[in-house]
């Protein structure tokens, strides 16, 4: 990790944002729509790292790292103090876990460590003043849970804990424990209006990002959860992309995983006495906090898929407590016999984790290695051939990239932004006509590209055409 770069995104959040390097950036990010999330609390902590790194990654990554360790012993604490066993061994496995790669490796993903980091923060103060009566405990957790969504609107679901964790410690939630929940819930609702208003003015714009109506989501929710779990128990084959699914809503089978959640949960709430208190509880939190990326609501990222690794950081706190819990639970049975299996087993157990976390985050040294890797595993994946051929291009490798961006239309016909950089790759080959062609075709399906339209009087200028190039150059600038 510590050679890896810049990926993906980054370009857009840190590198070549115009509003990082601004003096009064950090003004424009709370108070201008100039930005594709409203995260401001995010964006200010970039605008003081560039001035601190610059172009130079390692210091972006130490950050990323030291706030996943960080968030690790506070996940630790506050399971300690909910009295749930394995709280140790969770925290362990939270920290080495290889889903987590996705969002402590990629830079940009600086917005899910920094807002687990207020989140927790907030359950620890607001424990606190359940415990104690004081006032300034429980203003503290609600400053921090702004914090939290300021840096990510995915914190929202945490007045759904709150009640949960009443229900956890006392068998119940009562008048008290609503009341006390009202500001939690009127922050997440108004700061979550303002990140839907974003999602759907700035960063997805006139893009279509889901065709599928109301039921295909909701079957569609079930599959993610038993998708999100699965990858928890099992993190093998993880990628940035995965296939998108096509879900059938008139197709019966199609709501199965969801229906089997729901009796899931209902044989749990008949023992919740018993043992399903604690499943109830663990797996409870994960569905909560999967809550704001089931599909109900849209979000840029699902035009290339319903599900991402970097959705999970919050979520897999559920799982893995439980896990911990069950193994710890476990080794309780053997008493003072067999005293060397336990420190063998979770000294295997972490290794693994380990080293499926080392292998994990090579994938995220640089742009090259990302793409190829998801192609692999997702040859379907129309932005990863995009991306892989952007960075072929960026290299000089003119002819390989030719055949990534071709590849990309053969996926996905209609993306302007592939014909465009197709038609740079051609324009470098000398092979203006063709380039032509698709600087149109750009046009064409994307009226409002000033580059394609740059790049057309370019190619226009090239044959001489002079008079035509100039309208292009003319329509770039009016853009």
Request: aromatic residues 16%; charged residues 15%.
């Amino acid at each position: 990790m510590w050679h890896a770069g810049f990926i993906w995104d980054d370009d857009l959040l840190l590198t070549e944002n115009p509003l990082i390097k601004a003096h009064n950036g950090w003004y424009r990010f709370w108070f201008t729509t100039k930005t594709p999330d409203y995260f401001p609390v995010m964006s200010s902590f970039f605008w003081v790292e560039w001035r601190l790194w610059g172009m130079n990654p390692i210091g972006y990554h130490v950050v990323n790292v030291l706030l996943h360790a960080v968030n690790a012993i506070l996940f630790w604490q506050l399971l300690a103090r909910l009295n749930v066993p394995g709280a140790r061994l969770a925290a362990a496995i939270f920290a080495l876990h290889p889903v987590n790669a996705a969002s402590v490796a990629w830079i940009a993903e600086l917005k899910n460590t920094l807002s687990l980091f207020f989140f927790a923060l907030s359950l620890l103060w607001y424990l606190k003043f359940d415990d104690m009566g004081r006032w300034r405990f429980y203003w503290l957790a609600l400053g921090e849970f702004l914090l939290a969504l300021l840096s990510k609107i995915e914190a929202a679901p945490l007045p759904f804990v709150l009640l949960g964790i009443a229900w956890w410690r006392r068998g119940r939630v009562d008048g008290k424990d609503l009341r006390r929940s009202v500001p939690f819930f009127a922050v997440a609702f108004l700061l979550g209006l303002v990140s839907v208003w974003f999602q759907n003015h700035v960063s997805i714009g006139h893009d279509v990002v889901r065709t599928d109506n109301f039921w295909s989501r909701l079957a569609g929710a079930g599959w993610a959860v038993w998708f999100y779990l699965g990858k928890t128990l099992l993190p093998v084959n993880l990628i940035p992309i995965y296939p998108r699914w096509q879900i059938d809503p008139t197709d019966a089978l199609s709501y199965v995983p969801g229906l089997l959640l729901l009796a899931g949960f209902l044989v749990m709430w008949q023992y919740r006495r018993t043992w399903g208190k604690a499943v109830l509880f663990g797996l409870g939190y994960a569905v909560l906090m999967f809550l704001p990326v089931l599909g109900f609501l849209n979000i840029y990222f699902f035009r290339y898929s319903l599900v991402a690794n970097h959705w999970q950081y919050f979520s897999i706190i559920g799982p893995v407590a439980l896990a911990a819990a069950g193994i710890t639970a476990a080794f309780g049975f053997f008493g003072k016999r067999n005293l060397w299996l336990k420190p063998v087993f979770y000294g295997a157990l972490l290794l693994t984790l380990g080293v499926l976390t080392w292998r994990q985050s090579r994938m995220y040294a640089d742009d090259e290695i990302l793409w190829r890797t998801t192609i692999e595993r997702n040859p379907a994946c129309w932005l990863a051939h995009f991306n892989l051929g952007t960075a072929l291009l960026q290299k000089g490798q003119v002819a390989e990239a030719i055949i990534q961006f071709q590849n990309t239309l053969a996926i996905q016909p209609d993306y302007a932004e592939a014909h465009n950089n197709l038609g740079n790759a051609l324009l470098q080959k000398e092979q203006v006509d063709e380039a032509i062609a698709h600087f149109k075709k750009a046009i064409e399906i994307q009226p409002d590209n000033a580059e394609a339209h740059n790049n057309l009087g370019t190619a226009l200028d090239q044959k001489g055409q002079l008079d035509e190039a100039i309208v292009y150059f003319q329509k770039a600038l009016a853009i």
